[in-house]
């Protein structure tokens, strides 16, 4: 059966990580902008596409959005007591490695099932500019098969705090601008996917280039 929203725990630990440390750093350290929160489905499975630049970038994003969205995490980290638990209730789900595609897209229908919003960088990995030169049609699949949409953001900035071999985030604006979902490619077939993928990142690169 289908939920519409995540279970309420995760929604009580989302709301007290967000309001007492990642809000703060994003207002406060970062001098964060947010555009086009009004846009953000407040309930129902959704499929988050954006850019990435920064290990920082999945708290900032959920933060945004004003909603939990689940991110896959490395398997090994689900075996370290306490982080397991807190990471598991912030909306991580793990993926073993070597099987990640399949083991990632199993796990985020699972998650899209139980209304959770699932977050997918574009891209895959970061980016030294935020830009995304290879986007990957994985998250479009995923809509696909779940039938719900796709919503682009952009993150602006991230790139810049941190610089090589440095371990301390640097204070730099950031801005984040959320665009308006994109519906889910009606089938899997490929080459549907691939006009999806595409437009998400034409919309990001769109929001991206806002700037400031």
């Not at 499929?47 to 991110?71: C, E, K, Q």
């Not at 995304?132 to 796709?150: C, F, H, M, R």
Request: positive net charge; charged residues 20%.
């Amino acid at each position: 059966m289908r939920r519409d929203r995540e279970p309420p725990i995760n929604l009580l630990w989302y709301h007290l990580f967000k309001w007492s440390v990642v809000s703060p750093m994003l207002s406060l350290y970062f001098r964060g902008r947010v555009y086009g929160a009004g846009q953000v489905p407040k309930i129902g499975g959704l499929v988050v596409v954006a850019n990435h630049a920064s290990d920082f970038d999945p708290p900032l994003l959920s933060a945004a959005v004003r909603r939990p969205v689940s991110f896959m995490a490395k398997e090994e980290l689900f075996k370290v007591p306490v982080l397991s638990q807190a990471i598991r209730l912030y909306g991580a789900y793990p993926v073993k490695r070597g099987s990640a595609d399949r083991s990632a897209i199993r796990e985020a229908l699972k998650q899209l099932d139980q209304g959770w919003a699932v977050g997918i960088f574009l891209q895959g990995t970061r980016t030294r500019d935020g830009r995304i030169p290879d986007p990957k049609i994985g998250a479009a699949l995923i809509a696909a098969k779940a039938q719900v949409p796709l919503l682009p953001v952009s993150l602006w900035g991230s790139h810049r705090v941190f610089t090589k071999g440095s371990s301390v985030p640097r204070s730099v604006p950031l801005t984040i601008r959320i665009g308006a979902p994109i519906a889910p490619p009606p089938t899997a077939a490929r080459e549907g996917l691939e006009a999806i993928t595409a437009q998400c990142a034409t919309e990001i690169h769109r929001l991206h280039d806002l700037g400031r």
